[in-house]
């Protein structure tokens, strides 16, 4: 794998094939890199909904209405679509499962770095809450890095991707209950495999020059 390669290659498919369907072992990858993906002091503040169905991306597509109706078709016809959402509100029970997880997984080599990593996080997470009041902005930020990451990812298992802001977000908070479990969505990304009308296939990747972008000193 040459992952040079994956970013010069991957773009964003505009039209899916519809009769291109995953496996259970490609859904099970899609999730696993969800789940990894970094995120600030592993914070991970985010939720996804992961639709696979034909009545499960019909929930998403109706979101996908009025000014955004052009995204319907590409939820409809993707094999998959992913909701991405972000935690609203920081508590301290919050904080203690991350570190009672970490704890679990072997995390901790010596009693007392628990406690010091749980110190740490919470200092910079109730700066955002507290000091900043941008909790959420940050919170958006670390789903934003999962992004990044996933699409990348993805592309590195052949599959295609279209991440989307264009959605009704307060609707599809609704139709997916994502409020009352503490989230809001932030975007969505649709996958699957191109449809040979994709226009957007063979066009050259366009990108500012080096030059412009990157100082080195």
């Known amino acids: 794998m040459n992952i040079i390669s994956i970013a010069k290659s991957r773009y964003s498919a505009k039209e899916f094939d519809?009769?291109?369907?995953?496996?259970?072992?490609?859904?099970?990858?899609?999730?696993?890199?969800?789940?990894?993906?970094?995120?600030?002091?592993?914070?991970?503040?985010?939720?996804?909904?992961?639709?696979?169905?034909?009545?499960?991306?019909?929930?998403?597509?109706?979101?996908?209405?009025?000014?955004?109706?052009?995204?319907?078709?590409?939820?409809?016809?993707?094999?998959?679509?992913?909701?991405?959402?972000?935690?609203?509100?920081?508590?301290?029970?919050?904080?203690?499962?991350?570190?009672?997880?970490?704890?679990?997984?072997?995390?901790?080599?010596?009693?007392?770095?628990?406690?010091?990593?749980?110190?740490?996080?919470s200092i910079f997470a109730k700066m955002h809450k507290y000091d900043y009041k941008d909790f959420q902005q940050w919170a958006d930020k670390q789903v934003y890095l999962n992004l990044g990451n996933f699409l990348l990812a993805t592309a590195a298992l052949g599959i295609d991707s279209l991440a989307m802001e264009g959605f009704d977000l307060k609707k599809l908070d609704e139709i997916l209950g994502l409020r009352e479990k503490g989230f809001t969505a932030a975007f969505v990304v649709a996958l699957g495999y191109h449809s040979a009308k994709d226009f957007n296939k063979d066009l050259p990747k366009s990108r500012l020059p080096k030059s412009e972008i990157i100082d080195r000193i």
């Not at 369907?21 to 914070?43: A, G, M, W």
């Not at 639709?51 to 409809?76: H, L, Q």
């Not at 998959?80 to 972000?86: M, Q, T």
């Open 18 to 121: 519809p009769n291109k369907k995953f496996t259970k072992e490609q859904l099970e990858d899609i999730e696993t890199l969800l789940q990894y993906s970094p995120s600030s002091t592993n914070i991970q503040p985010w939720h996804f909904v992961i639709a696979d169905t034909d009545d499960g991306k019909a929930k998403i597509a109706e979101a996908a209405c009025g000014f955004y109706s052009f995204n319907e078709p590409k939820v409809r016809n993707a094999s998959a679509v992913v909701v991405f959402a972000s935690k609203v509100e920081l508590t301290e029970d919050y904080l203690n499962h991350i570190s009672d997880v970490e704890h679990k997984d072997g995390r901790f080599p010596q009693p007392e770095f628990k406690e010091q990593n749980h110190a740490a996080r």
